[in-house]
């Protein structure tokens, strides 16, 4: 864990959750995480069938990490990552987002928290629009998203096109 890893949650499961951003070093940290995650999870992150994390994801994820974003990771105490969000800058006030929390741990909160860090981080580097793209049918990542002030929606080919004021 690097130094600047925060308690931002106490789960029922453990002690507590750490976050911190993802280095390059935590590749196999995250393909160990998706050892647990269901096919239904897969598909309503990666809006098509897939048996595992599909590998252009985890390149992309290195990009991100150097350079074109961040990777905010949720860890157990011991070490295990149970969650990340990727915040990709696309302008130089806007960024995408994506948030995937692994079978195990999902409904512990952990998802609301990597959404907050993210947010956080938006508002650090001076965005001001947060964007996410969520299937129809992904009830709880779409109860999380709602339940943020200033966020627009529109549907769109089977997606709901979410855009979150940053700061609100």
């Not at 911190?20 to 935590?26: F, G």
Request: aromatic share 6%.
């Amino acid at each position: 864990m690097t130094t600047n890893a925060r308690v931002a949650l106490v789960s029922p499961k453990c002690n507590a959750i750490y976050f911190r951003p993802l280095c390059r070093a935590d590749e196999g940290l995250i393909l160990q995480a998706a050892n647990h995650l269901s096919p239904k999870s897969l598909y309503l992150r990666f809006c098509v069938g897939t048996p595992r994390i599909p590998d252009h994801y985890i390149s992309l994820l290195n990009s991100i990490i150097s350079g074109s974003g961040v990777v905010v990771g949720a860890f157990l105490a011991g070490g295990s990552l149970v969650g990340w969000a990727e915040l990709v800058n696309t302008s130089s006030q806007k960024a995408d987002m994506g948030i995937l929390v692994v079978d195990p741990w999902q409904g512990q909160g952990i998802g609301g928290q990597l959404l907050e860090n993210v947010m956080e981080t938006a508002a650090r580097q001076g965005m001001e629009t947060v964007t996410a793209d969520v299937l129809q049918e992904n009830e709880r990542a779409i109860r999380l998203l709602v339940s943020r002030k200033g966020i627009a929606r529109h549907k769109s080919e089977g997606l709901i096109n979410f855009h979150i004021s940053v700061g609100q």
